[in-house]
């Protein structure tokens, strides 16, 4: 057997020889070859590295990740199913409360808060976790501890924090830290823990600088409603992660999950009146995919890279076809050379073995070349598709290399096959006979057969890149009925200035009456979301039960309907959105609109407003 290994070895590496003489001598073939291949390879290498690390790569250290799941929330609003992933912190206690599918179940909240002294803090990534969060990984802390369940309890949780491993590095260069104070946001901390190397949490960006109890999380962002953040269903801020249970499918944990929204919705509904019918709105939960792009009601940006994947794709496939027609080519002008190989005595088994090294050393080759294709294509990639902080770099990443390499193997194993059996067949004495001048003009159909396909596919691949561009052409030529381009998105950040209520409206009508006054604006106005984004809320008018007020715009983005209910307070109802100080109001159904102050009358007795906006 050592024998027998040792001529295997001796053969391969004659072959090996040979094949680099071989490719030596053609250089412009080789260069061809290589530089088609590495173009499939790196796109489609850059295109499903983004896709595992979007939409499916489970998170460092997650224990057991086949078993852990994201909690998606659904219901029926104006006809269409609307997907949260962010829900109110009362509606995580009562999945938790009414479901019994799981293990472990814990709430996160990713923001950006100033971390560090108020003059010098830096706007960085910290995640709110309940204790429950580290039950999911197997990881332990560098040092210190994790914050356990007393830290992170109702009403407000403690100011303690657990530092990233990058930001203890940086920041403290790997000093003991243990029990110094860190300003977070608003809140001064105490450091009492520091994650291990390479932990991010469930970050799918920017690595968190630190980790807060989701119940002190609500404090440090400085929302007016923080001290009834357990109990109120009016803010959406946190995320849902769960363990099933050993035995608990998928669809089971769904339907636990979807009876247990039920009991949620109609507990919301003892709240607001305003909430309709579970029997109206259907509300259903669903355990997906850990990463939201990868989960349902994904954005546009999933599906656009998906869409790019297909066409990455099919530039392999033509790839390979090109690179099949060159080999094949190359044999036509090597059958007389083959055929004196075979008279001579060559098996045919080597012969076939001397074709695969070739064909292996190109794909290397080709592979090589498709790691520097695919890191131009990243930085593309990064800017479309990746939140801040986030690498796609393919070359320093194990998973793209080993996408690479499966590329690189699938395509030298298509691309031999052809050629090598193309090689092989025919009349030995004719190909003798026939000398130099039969490679290099006999007609092969194999080869217009190719010919063919690379045509037909790089038709379809023209005709959807014209469409794709003629579609986006439209997309950005299509009127929205405002300009958005001289228009600025403001967002005010008060790095853990502590206000009262009439401190920070004071404070907001100054920054207002301060941007109205600045040279060359001429309209300012404070928004509750961006223009045409989705905006459903209820709007409480004092003094009075249930009135409410909610804005909706379909997909048109043109038509804003507002519905009033309730006790109906005395007097005019006015509506002002600051929209209407840039987009003029075409027309006004259930009301009347002054272009003077901007506002919109409602009609004594109407229960629905639509406003038409200027197209």
Not at 81 to 100: G, K, Q
Not at 401 to 430: E, H, K, M, W
Not at 574 to 582: A, C, E, G, R, V
Request: glycine letters at 10%.
């Amino acid at each position: 057997m050592p024998g027998q290994l040792s001529v295997v070895v001796d053969h391969l590496l004659q072959d090996l020889r040979y094949t680099a003489r071989s490719l030596r001598r053609s250089v412009a073939f080789t260069a061809t070859v290589v530089l088609t291949l590495g173009l499939g390879i790196g796109a489609n290498t850059a295109m499903f590295s983004a896709i595992d690390q979007l939409m499916f790569r489970p998170f460092p250290y997650l224990r057991d990740p086949g078993r852990v799941q994201r909690v998606y929330l659904q219901f029926k609003g104006g006809g269409d199913i609307i997907t949260e992933t962010l829900y109110p912190y009362a509606r995580y206690v009562d999945l938790r409360r009414w479901t019994s599918s799981f293990d472990q179940a814990a709430a996160v909240v990713d923001w950006r808060l100033a971390v560090g002294p108020s003059e010098n803090g830096r706007e960085l990534a910290v995640e709110g976790v309940s204790a429950s969060f580290f039950d999911l990984f197997n990881a332990r802390p560098t040092l210190g501890r994790f914050f356990d369940a007393t830290e992170d309890a109702v009403p407000r949780g403690a100011n303690v924090t657990i530092l990233g491993y990058g930001y203890w590095q940086s920041e403290f260069g790997g000093r003991n830290v243990i029990g110094r104070t860190l300003q977070v946001g608003p809140l001064l901390t105490t450091i009492v823990g520091v994650a291990p190397k390479g932990f991010v949490g469930v970050a799918g960006g920017e690595a968190p600088a630190a980790f807060l109890p989701v119940t002190a999380m609500a404090f440090a962002l400085n929302q007016g409603d923080a001290a009834k953040f357990a109990w109120s269903y009016h803010w959406d801020w946190i995320s849902m992660f769960v363990r099933r249970k050993a035995g608990v499918g998928a669809a089971a944990a769904s339907a636990d999950l979807t009876q247990g929204f039920v009991h949620s919705w109609n507990a919301q509904r003892l709240q607001d009146a305003w909430v309709r019918p579970d029997s109206v709105a259907h509300p259903r939960a669903i355990a997906g995919a850990l990463r939201a792009a990868g989960g349902p009601g994904a954005g546009l940006e999933s599906s656009t890279l998906l869409w790019v994947s297909g066409v990455a794709v099919i530039v392999l496939i033509i790839a390979c076809a090109n690179v099949t027609n060159l080999m094949v080519a190359r044999v036509l002008r090597r059958r007389r050379e083959i055929a004196v190989r075979l008279a001579l005595g060559v098996g045919r088994q080597r012969l076939v073995r001397q074709f695969l090294v070739e064909h292996a050393l190109l794909a290397l080759l080709g592979c090589l070349a498709g790691l520097v294709v695919a890191q131009l294509v990243t930085f593309a990639l990064q800017s479309l598709f990746v939140r801040e902080g986030a690498s796609l770099g393919p070359v320093t990443d194990w998973h793209a290399l080993t996408i690479a390499a499966a590329f690189a193997l699938g395509a030298g194993l298509v691309t031999s096959v052809g050629p090598t059996l193309f090689a092989l067949r025919g009349d030995l004495s004719a190909s003798l006979r026939a000398g130099m001048r039969e490679g290099a003009y006999r007609r092969s159909r194999t080869r217009s057969a190719l010919l063919v396909i690379q045509s037909a596919l790089s038709v379809v691949l023209l005709a959807g890149a014209g469409l794709f561009v003629r579609s986006l052409g439209n997309v950005r030529a299509q009127h929205l009925g405002w300009d958005p381009t001289p228009v600025l998105i403001v967002t005010p950040n008060y790095r853990g200035l502590q206000l009262d209520s009439a401190a920070h409206t004071a404070l907001r009508a100054r920054l207002l009456e301060s941007a109205q006054h600045i040279p060359g604006v001429e309209h300012a106005a404070r928004i509750n979301g961006l223009p045409f984004g989705t905006s459903t809320y209820p709007l409480v008018v004092p003094g009075t039960y249930g009135v409410s007020l909610a804005v909706t715009k379909p997909s048109t983005g043109r038509v804003i309907t507002v519905t009033l209910s309730g006790t109906r307070p005395a007097g005019a109802v006015l509506i002002q959105l600051p929209i209407f100080n840039t987009v003029a109001v075409s027309t006004v159904a259930g009301g009347t609109y002054n272009a003077t102050t901007h506002t919109v009358t409602a009609t004594s007795g109407a229960t629905t407003v639509t406003i038409t906006l200027a197209g």
